[in-house]
C-alpha cells in the first residue's frame, strides 16, 4: 500500500489520485480506513504529510508556530547575525511552507530570493544553507508521517 496516497485520502480537502502514485484500489483502502490508517500519528507530522501530498491547509497555524520555533532555535544555536529589523525568520518559514506545498513554482532559487527579497548573490552567500535547514524540517516532519504509516500498517 502506498503510504503518501493514503495521507492523500485522508485529507477532508479532496485530492487529485494521479499525483499521488500508485493506486491503492487494489487494497479497499477509502477516506475512513486511509485515516484510521494514520491515526495516533504525532499532528505534528500529519499536518506536513497532508500539506506535502494533499496540499491540505487545515493545520498550517500549527505548522507555521513549530516551524518559526524551530527557526528561532537555529537562529541562537547556529549563532545566526540577524538584525530584529531585518529579520528573515518569518520569510523563510513562510517560504518553506509554500514551498512543501507547491514544490514545483518555489523549487527555484530565483523565486526564493523573490520572495524573500534578496539579491541571489546574498541568498547563496548567507541565506541558502540557512533557509536548507529549515525547509529541511518540514520535510523530516512528513518522511516521519511515511514512516508511521509503513511501520504501524506492517504490523497488521
Known sequence: MNPIRIIAMSAPNGIHFQNVGKTTSGDKINPSIAAAMC???PNLWWSAARLKWASD???IEL???ELHKYA???????????KKEHDR????????????????KYRKDKTKCEFL????????????????MIYRQIEDWSSSAINYIYKINSMV
Do not use: Q
Open 39 to 41: 491515526s495516533g500519528m
Open 57 to 59: 491547509t487545515t493545520s
Open 63 to 65: 505548522l507555521y508556530h
Open 72 to 82: 528561532k532555535s537555529l537562529k541562537k544555536r547556529e549563532n545566526w547575525n540577524i
Open 89 to 104: 525568520l518569518e520569510k523563510m518559514v513562510l517560504l518553506a511552507l509554500f514551498e512543501i506545498c507547491h514544490p514545483n
Open 117 to 132: 527579497e534578496m539579491s541571489p548573490s546574498v541568498f547563496s552567500s548567507r541565506w541558502k544553507k540557512r533557509y536548507d
